[in-house]
């Protein structure tokens, strides 16, 4: 008897003694996991730590940013949402999209506006340095003229702008930022209608640079050795469209000169 209740003590012992909680083992691993996270923490790099190469030095310096401004650019583009939303966005934009009061955003959307005047005004300069060496080498070259001069010139005006062997001046307009299929059509006809005694000049409305220009050109086939005589030129439309002085304005749209005339041109 006394060892058969012995053993039922031993039971009873048993089914009391204390088990490790479960609960209590993940709070502890919890505590771990923050306290590892807090010496990381410790260690993050931060906009007033981050480092800057003498790469990122030059680019501030070109776009007229502090230290500080380039630093918290850097912060940014490669440590928040940022670097996968905008992974090549300038720094004046990013700092302006992430001002953090009403002054940082009319300081950077100045100096947005106060640079891109300085781009254009640099691209319009050289865009004319171009097209005055364009007239030196080809005289007979329409590059510089306005569509006003030439189109709605008197005869001997637009006889003395064609070379020799020209009888006919062709302007083409073209919507860069929409030319579907049908648009090309009509373009590539007018384009391969030029013949070898024609002038043709292409202008493109809403082009946003000039690779879009570039590639609409490519598409179109454009012969690169009329574009390099200049029989054929390529430019940005700068409000000549809107001096057609035809009915029915649309895009694209061809109109030929000749010394007896002028007409649209249009395709079945």
């Not at 039971?11 to 306290?35: C, E, G, R, W």
């Not at 648009?183 to 209608?193: D, E, G, P, Q």
Request: glycine residues 4%.
């Amino acid at each position: 008897m006394l060892i058969k209740n012995s053993l039922v003590m031993v039971t009873i012992l048993v089914s009391f003694m204390p088990t490790v909680s479960h609960s209590k083992t993940n709070q502890a691993n919890v505590q771990v996991d923050s306290y590892e996270l807090g010496q990381n923490q410790a260690q993050a790099i931060t906009e007033t730590t981050i480092q800057l190469t003498q790469e990122d030095i030059a680019i501030a310096k070109s776009y007229k940013l502090s230290v500080k401004e380039m630093k918290r650019y850097k912060y940014l583009v490669e440590y928040t949402p940022r670097k996968f939303w905008s992974p090549n966005i300038d720094p004046i934009t990013l700092l302006g999209i992430e001002a953090r009061n009403v002054n940082e955003q009319l300081k950077y959307a100045t100096k947005w506006i106060e640079l891109e005047k300085e781009r254009e005004i640099k691209e319009i300069a050289f865009d004319d340095f171009k097209n005055e060496l364009v007239t030196k080498m080809f005289p007979n070259s329409f590059a510089g003229k306005s569509y006003r001069e030439i189109m709605n010139g008197d005869q001997k005006g637009f006889q003395t702008m064609l070379a020799s062997f020209q009888s006919s001046r062709t302007v083409l307009f073209v919507d860069a930022a929409n030319c579907n299929v049908s648009c090309k059509t009509y373009a590539k006809r007018t384009i391969n209608s030029s013949g070898s005694t024609n002038q043709l000049d292409i202008y493109f409305l809403n082009a946003e640079s000039d690779s879009v220009i570039q590639q609409l050109a490519n598409d179109l086939s454009i012969p690169e050795g009329r574009v390099i005589s200049g029989t054929i030129t390529i430019q940005h439309d700068m409000g000549n469209y809107n001096q057609l002085r035809v009915p029915n304005k649309q895009l694209p749209i061809g109109i030929i000169q000749t010394r007896s005339g002028q007409e649209g041109l249009s395709y079945e």
